[in-house]
């Protein structure tokens, strides 16, 4: 996984700092956006291996963002990230997303859940 690139979406910055902080035990680089728009903007200008999504970012839409990524010819894979337990396999799946990630979560398992999606691209 070393030298691999994710953007980081989520409007929670303790988050964000988390996320970047596991990601760098496997040499990865991780850079935060804490909105959507940002988001589409940093993914535009640079090249990600992954893109984590909170799925709840203000009344912004995570499928209007998967959405805006594919318009703007980003083909990143973008896998979700949420507390909400009732966010399953299928909403994740129609939003266009590879996989899901609930918090709270810990550093094995949330690193094991980054190298699946990193080998499913």
């Known amino acids: 996984m ?5 953007l980081i979406v989520d409007d929670e910055g303790y988050i964000g700092d ?3 902080d596991f990601l760098a035990l496997e040499n990865i680089s991780g850079v935060k956006s804490e909105d959507f728009e940002t988001a589409l903007e940093k993914a535009g200008e640079d090249t990600f291996d992954l893109i984590i999504a909170d799925v709840n970012i203000g009344n912004a839409s995570v499928e209007d963002f998967i959405t805006s990524l594919k318009t703007n010819n980003i083909n990143t894979p973008v896998a979700l990230m949420t507390g909400d337990h009732r966010i399953d396999n299928e909403f ?3 939003a266009g997303a590879i996989g899901i990630i609930h918090k709270p979560f810990q ?3 949330f690193l094991a859940s980054i190298k ?6």
Request: aromatic letters at 10%; charged letters at 40%; a positive charge.
């Open 92 to 94: 994740t799946f129609k």
């Open 107 to 109: 550093v094995a398992p």
């Open 116 to 121: 699946e999606f990193l080998e499913k691209k």
């Open 18 to 20: 988390l996320v970047v």
């Open 2 to 6: 070393e030298g691999k690139k994710i």
